[in-house]
Each structure stands twice: as structure tokens, then as C-alpha cells.
């Protein structure tokens, strides 16, 4: 997440911002204008036009619980 400043090659890499979809996602004020302001990388928006939401939930869990593994935690098993 960037909070000021700009971009430096090599040292920060900024990703697209998330779009917002109605009927998944939580509305919240300016829902209706975010897909149009978002910030877009080209190359995200192949995982961005995704729509097999529960098979991206599941990814996202098993990458978490491999981190959290990584560090001591709870194991994936």
C-alpha cells in the first residue's frame, strides 16, 4: 500500500487497487464510481476479471495459513 510519495523502480511495487462487485463485495459510499477511479496495473487485471470467487477465497486462504506456517503458526494440516 502506497501512502505518499511515488513509485521508485525496483525498490516499491504497487499493485492495482481491487474492483469493487456489487452483490459480493460490501457497498460503501462511491461503490457505484470505484471500478472507475481505481488505480490499474495492466498486469494485475487478469486476476482482477476473476469471477470464481470461491475458488480465489480458497487460494487466498491456503497462501495465509502457508505464510502463517512459515512463521510458526498453525499448520495448514
Known sequence: MMM????????NNYRSWPKY???YDFPF???EQWNKKRRVV???????????YEQM??????SVLGFV???????QN
Open 4 to 11: 505518499s510519495g511515488k513509485p521508485v523502480e525496483g525498490i
Open 21 to 23: 462487485r456489487p452483490g
Open 29 to 31: 459510499d462511491g461503490c
Open 42 to 52: 495492466p498486469e494485475d487485471e487478469a486476476y482482477f476479471n476473476r469471477t470464481d
Open 57 to 62: 477465497n480458497k487460494e487466498i486462504e491456503e
Open 69 to 75: 506456517a512459515q512463521l510458526g503458526g498453525k499448520s
